[in-house]
Structure formats: structure tokens, C-alpha cells
């Protein structure tokens, strides 16, 4: 019998691998659940209750589970902190989401600490795994190794990216449901994506980005094994498909892109005939690059599309995306896409428009009630990006808004110049902008990372010349050496803009 619930799983295989680091360690369902037992019990002898908030600021590992569940269980808020933050913007989510107790790690330790000193933390509120100056062992938290009474489902406290400004938090309002209905109501909206009931998961992306998180989450309450990368580099995300027999994973469109850089002999060492799903999204995946992959690993790539406020609301597999090549798919059952104007009018098939998300959960801006009534039009939720439907209602991504470059009265799309800058051979990277300019009102720059020194800006402003108009040539491109991308594979022109603007392309790669 399959279970749809960690805590069902853990009961019924306590000897099964839980998570498996990528050295081989390995942390069973039954100790994962004496860990998040433990911890949650603790949690309630210090006074925490239901809708309190624990922070969490880690390395993908092991005990970022065992946190999360213990939370999930007696309904408190967990903040998770992107671990690459420095001190002051961790202590800015530390102030903002109102923690009482913050969990680090060793990989995360000078941050941390100066987070928790800025913040103001007191120091019996900082504990640590490993060794962090200043910080209690996390399991001095621990009490007894028992199901806590009165369990309640918690809640994810998400923080963007703050490719737009300060993050803003992101989260859901608890439950009231038991901690397996929970998980239940998790697996079941993933059903529709052909997720496998058991075998082994790659996680690759940082947990305390949503989908990831999800996904890996939503494995283990499918009685699935979790191996977690520790790195992003394609050939050892092959390997441990090959070694781990893996049968589903998560992927960004930068990550397929760097295994296609791979060459074939490469990538041939390599053994992922048992991947049966690869779940992507979080970014547009240039239609040459998800081509390629459905050529090398079959059908098996599932898109979707949606957002941390909404979840996932489109989805497309492989054979639709191959008679809709572009597509993020069709709205899932329960959600709806519409596409309207700026004034909030519905737009014809194949108008671009802003999209707007029928979710089927409602969701807050932490402490920000006009910021979430303002994302909002009509009860649909306005995310700002950009698209289109056609007649039959698949849903085409053309950019952020705030992406849009407008040249002599003309709208451009980056992500479609992005696109057929990729597909060249040889460019590992590749992002386009607006700058200010004079004549034009903004003008097309591209920067473009690669490892072959066939790649000229000659060479791309052919390649470019030859799939796209004039108009949507680069008047710049400049080759540099890296992209400041996040370890979840996004990137923000925002930021890249202004270090452009303030020292040219190579400042862009020292972000």
C-alpha cells in the first residue's frame, strides 16, 4: 500500500532511507521522525505555541527535514533564510517575520551570528547544527522521543528573492488540519504530474526556495527516498542519478543547460534510463533547450508554471509541449489563467497581456494586508508577469514586467533574445536588458558567459541577425566571464542593470 503522509510511512518503514546525503549518509524514516518528535516537543517546553515563528538558516541537509516536520506538526510558522544572505539581510527577515528562535548551521555560521546579534535575538534563542560561536547544539532542544499531543499542520513563511527590493514574506494561513492531511492534500495536487509513489528523488535546489522544498517534501510523504546534491555541477547531478538509480527530480532551466554543455561522450558515462519524471520550472526554459532534453531523456520532462503565492497553476508534459512548443501548459482543474490589458480587460488569444492566476489557496504578504490586496484583481492574482493564451487555452510566458524593454515605442522581450543566444554552441550563460539611451528611449544589451573561444560578439550578433528582427538585435553585446545567478538558477536584470550602469559588464560578475 502506498501512504501519502511522512508520518504514515515513518510508522509503516522505519528502516527506510529518508534522505541520503551525496557522500552516502544515511538518515532512516524512523530516525528522521524521532528527530522531528524530539525537537517538536522541546519546541513546546520553551513556550512556543501554535502560530509562533522558529527560523531556519541552513545547508540543504538531513536535519532541514527534521525542523520542518517537527514545526509542521504543532502548528508553528517556519521562516526559512536563504543561507547565502549576508548578516543584515538575514537579520531584516529575522525582525520582519518576528522569530523567537533561530536554527543554523555550520555553513551558515559568521551570518548567522551577526544576523542574530542585528536582530537582536537573545542568546537562549540561538541554536545551531554543528558548531556556530555562540549558538547551543540544536539538540539541547530535543525532549521526549514521543508523537507529540494535539498536533496541528504548520505553515512555510517563504521570502522572495528581493530581486525588486526588500523580500517579502510569503505564506499561508495554517490549517487546522492534522500534519497527514497536510501531506495528503500535497501529494494529490501533485498526482496529476505522473510523480512516482516510491524510488529514489534528487534534490538539487536550496530548500528554503518553494518548489524545491515542495517537491522534496512531498517525496518523503510518498514514502520516497531523498538524495540530496551538494552541488549543482551537472556531471555530479549525473552521477547521482546513476548511482542512486533516481526516478524523479526537480530541475531549473540553467541546470539542463549546463548537462546539455556536457558533451555526448560525457554524458554518456552516465545512466539515467531509470529517471521516469523531471518536474521543472522557475524560470522561462528556452524552447531549444527543452527540446534537446526531451531528445536525450525521452519524454519524461513535466512543466508547470505558478508562483510561490499560487503554486503551481499550468502544467504540460512532454508529448503536449511537443505540439505546443513554447507552452507552460493549461490551467490545472480548480485554477484558472486569464490574460487582460493594463485598464483589466480580458485581450484575444495570442495578445499579450498581464497574466492573472486563479489560485486555489489563499496566501498573505507577512504583515503587508495592501501589498496582498493590491496583487489581487477581480480575486485573480496579478504576479506581473507577461503572456499570452491561445484558442485553446495553453499559456505562453513573454517576460516580467518589470523586464520589458521599450526601444523607440517598441516592445522587447528578453527572454526570446536569451533564448537564441543559448542555443548557440559554446555560451553557457546568457542575459539581456534595457539600458537608457537618448534616441531610442532604452537599447538592447546582451552579456554572455562561455566556455569556447569561438564566441565572439561578432559571432552572436550573426547568430542573432538570423533568427530574430532588427529591431530585437542587440546594439551591445559584451562576453564576460560569469552570471550572478542564485543557486536556484534565477537572476535579476534589476540588479544587473544598475552594476552595468554603474561599471560596466565585468562588475555584472563580480555580484
Not at 547521482?240 to 549546463?258: N, S
Not at 487582460?340 to 503587508?368: C, K, M, Q, W
Not at 552594476?499 to 560596466?504: H, L, S, T
Request: net charge negative; hydrophobic share 45%.
Amino acid at each position: 500500500m502506498g501512504y501519502s503522509s511522512f508520518w504514515e510511512n515513518a510508522a509503516a518503514h522505519p528502516d527506510r532511507p529518508a534522505i541520503i546525503s551525496a557522500a552516502g549518509e544515511v538518515v532512516t524514516f524512523g530516525e528522521l521522525a524521532s528527530q522531528a518528535n524530539r525537537l517538536a516537543n522541546g519546541l513546546r517546553e520553551r513556550g512556543l505555541g501554535v502560530g509562533d515563528t522558529v527560523a531556519l538558516m541552513a545547508a540543504n541537509r538531513a536535519e532541514y527535514f527534521a525542523v520542518q516536520l517537527a514545526t509542521g506538526q504543532i502548528g508553528l510558522v517556519l521562516a526559512l533564510i536563504n543561507r547565502h544572505l549576508t548578516a543584515p539581510e538575514a537579520a531584516y527577515i529575522l525582525s520582519d517575520s518576528h522569530a523567537r528562535l533561530l536554527i543554523a548551521d555550520s555553513r551558515t555560521g559568521d551570518a548567522a551570528v551577526g544576523a542574530a546579534e542585528l536582530a537582536g535575538l537573545g542568546v537562549d534563542a540561538r541554536f545551531a547544527i554543528g558548531d556556530v560561536a555562540g549558538f547551543a547544539d540544536w539538540r539541547e532542544l530535543w525532549a521526549a522521543d514521543e508523537p507529540p499531543t494535539n498536533r496541528t499542520a504548520g505553515s512555510l513563511l517563504l521570502y522572495s528573492s528581493g530581486t525588486t527590493g526588500a523580500p517579502k514574506g510569503i505564506s499561508k494561513p495554517l490549517s487546522e488540519l492534522a500534519p497527514e492531511q497536510e501531506d495528503q492534500l500535497v501529494v494529490e495536487s501533485l498526482a496529476a504530474f505522473d510523480v512516482a509513489r516510491d524510488g529514489v528523488f534528487l534534490s538539487v535546489a536550496p530548500l528554503y526556495h518553494s518548489a524545491p522544498n515542495r517537491h522534496a517534501s512531498s517525496a518523503l510523504a510518498r514514502g520516497m527516498s531523498v538524495v540530496l546534491a551538494d552541488r549543482s555541477d551537472p556531471a555530479h547531478l549525473l552521477e547521482l542519478i546513476d548511482a542512486h538509480h533516481v526516478v524523479e527530480t526537480f530541475l531549473v532551466p540553467t541546470m539542463m543547460h549546463r548537462m546539455l554543455a556536457l558533451d555526448e561522450a560525457e554524458r554518456g558515462r552516465y545512466d539515467t534510463s531509470s529517471l521516469r519524471t523531471v518536474l521543472h520550472a522557475g524560470a522561462m526554459c528556452p524552447p531549444p533547450v527543452k527540446a534537446a532534453m526531451i531528445e536525450w531523456l525521452g519524454p519524461k520532462l513535466m512543466e508547470y508554471y505558478g508562483a510561490t503565492e499560487s503554486g503551481a497553476i499550468t502544467m504540460i508534459s512532454s508529448a503536449d509541449w511537443l505540439a505546443h512548443p513554447g507552452s507552460v501548459g493549461r490551467a490545472r482543474p480548480g485554477t484558472d489563467v486569464q490574460i487582460r490589458d493594463e485598464a483589466g480587460n480580458l485581450v484575444s488569444p495570442g495578445v499579450v497581456g498581464l497574466i492573472h492566476l486563479l489560485t486555489g489557496r489563499p496566501f498573505e504578504y507577512h504583515g503587508d494586508r495592501a501589498k496582498t490586496d493590491a496583487s489581487h484583481r477581480d480575486g485573480y492574482f496579478v504576479p506581473g508577469d507577461l503572456g499570452s493564451l491561445d484558442e485553446d487555452g495553453y499559456l505562453y510566458l513573454s517576460d516580467r514586467r518589470t523586464d520589458l524593454i521599450v526601444s523607440g515605442g517598441v516592445n522587447i522581450y528578453p527572454a526570446e533574445i536569451e533564448s537564441v543566444l543559448l542555443d548557440q554552441p559554446g555560451v553557457t550563460d546568457a542575459v539581456v536588458f534595457g539600458v537608457p539611451d537618448d534616441e531610442w528611449g532604452q537599447r538592447v544589451v546582451a552579456l554572455v558567459s562561455s566556455d569556447s573561444a569561438d564566441v565572439s560578439p561578432i559571432s552572436l550578433r550573426e547568430a542573432a541577425e538570423r533568427e530574430l528582427a532588427d529591431y530585437k538585435i542587440p546594439r551591445t553585446i559584451e562576453i564576460v566571464s560569469s552570471l550572478p545567478r542564485t543557486p536556484s538558477g534565477k537572476l535579476s536584470r534589476a540588479k544587473v542593470r544598475a552594476a552595468y550602469a554603474d561599471n560596466g559588464a565585468e562588475s555584472v560578475a563580480a555580484l
